[in-house]
């Protein structure tokens, strides 16, 4: 199945997808600007991949407007950018265009068609005047929790190291006959794709393991191996993720695992460098707000104490602000 796809954020995870979908037979256009710009118009869209390098031709432009509108619309972006994002996304937008959100943290658009009786809530943390949700509605949406390791080698060229799992799924939790047709699209790209019931209980999975992570590794310089075998660390870790737990069951997503069954998990990775860590690198924006301030945030909303993530936001964004970087 052909489609329109067009990628916003031609980063890591942008231009994996980017590339493997245009392999599968989609036409392919990306919004980007800069080096990034002009090295998708001279050497096209770049994958490396198991030691080969693969290209692939794209439209390339800073002006949306210039694209046209789209099937789909793959927003891969850090958070920071997404207001941005919201504000030119709208000549991509059609009446059938899809906007598959593959992004850390939680999204402003958390808490619609769930929640319970927070259903509707608008997260001040990730769209303070509520622009981001009047850019892209919910109505457009359909979720994605990215479960793979790609890195940005140069402008235009995404490394890919490993994992191939993506999550996808309807505010909703709806079986919807577009999010079914997506999931096959993905398929056929060569995606492990699972269609989700309930797409905020894998995002707020994702996010109980990377919210700690991550800022430690960006105020320490620390690869994840580091970081969890350091047993003060790792108990403060512990200690952020069961205030994280609380707020999941308020808002009706429990974890039955405990911190230690996660960190587990994180162990396998080894010597990982994490995303944030990669960012404060590279002199870019950090996204606390959308995988820290938000959990803090949630916390006041259901009524849970929150003082070791308060903690962690405190440092981390200090040492972000410090470098400029928040």
């Not at 046209?68 to 207001?83: E, R, S």
């Not at 059609?94 to 997260?123: D, H, I, K, S």
């Not at 009047?134 to 890919?160: F, K, N, Q, T, Y």
């Not at 690869?223 to 003060?232: F, H, P, R, V």
Request: net charge neutral; glycine share 12%.
């Amino acid at each position: 199945m052909s489609m329109k796809v067009c990628i916003y954020g031609a980063g890591a995870i942008g231009g994996w997808l980017g590339v493997k979908l245009a392999q599968s037979g989609c036409e392919i256009s990306v919004v980007a600007r800069g080096d990034t710009l002009a090295a998708l118009r001279t050497r096209g869209l770049r994958l490396r991949e198991n030691d080969e390098t693969v290209s692939t031709a794209v439209r390339a432009s800073e002006q949306p407007a210039g694209l046209g509108v789209q099937d789909l619309v793959v927003v891969a972006v850090k958070a920071p950018a997404m207001a941005q994002v919201a504000q030119g996304i709208a000549p991509l937008l059609g009446p059938q265009t899809v906007v598959l959100t593959a992004m850390n943290g939680v999204p402003w658009w958390f808490f619609e068609g769930f929640g319970g009786g927070y259903a509707g809530t608008r997260l001040q943390a990730v769209d303070p005047d509520g622009a981001i949700a009047r850019a892209v509605p919910a109505r457009d949406i359909i979720g994605c929790v990215v479960h793979a390791s790609c890195s940005l080698e140069a402008p235009g060229l995404a490394r890919h190291h490993f994992g191939n799992k993506l999550i996808i799924g309807e505010p909703s939790g709806e079986q919807t006959q577009r999010v079914r047709a997506l999931a096959a699209l993905l398929e056929g790209a060569g995606f492990e794709t699972v269609l989700s019931g309930q797409i905020q209980k894998d995002i707020w999975y994702k996010l109980w393991g990377n919210m700690t992570v991550n800022p430690i590794s960006a105020i320490t310089g620390a690869t994840t191996d580091l970081i969890m075998n350091d047993d003060l660390v790792r108990g403060f870790i512990s200690a952020v993720m069961l205030e994280a737990r609380e707020i999941g069951s308020r808002i009706g997503i429990p974890i039955e695992q405990r911190p230690e069954d996660r960190h587990q998990v994180t162990r396998k990775l080894g010597a990982f460098k994490t995303s944030m860590l990669q960012d404060v690198e590279a002199g870019k924006a950090v996204e606390l707000d959308a995988l820290v301030t938000v959990v803090k945030e949630l916390g006041g909303l259901t009524g849970v104490a929150t003082p070791f993530t308060d903690a962690l936001l405190g440092l981390a964004r200090l040492h972000a602000r410090v470098r400029g970087l928040y």
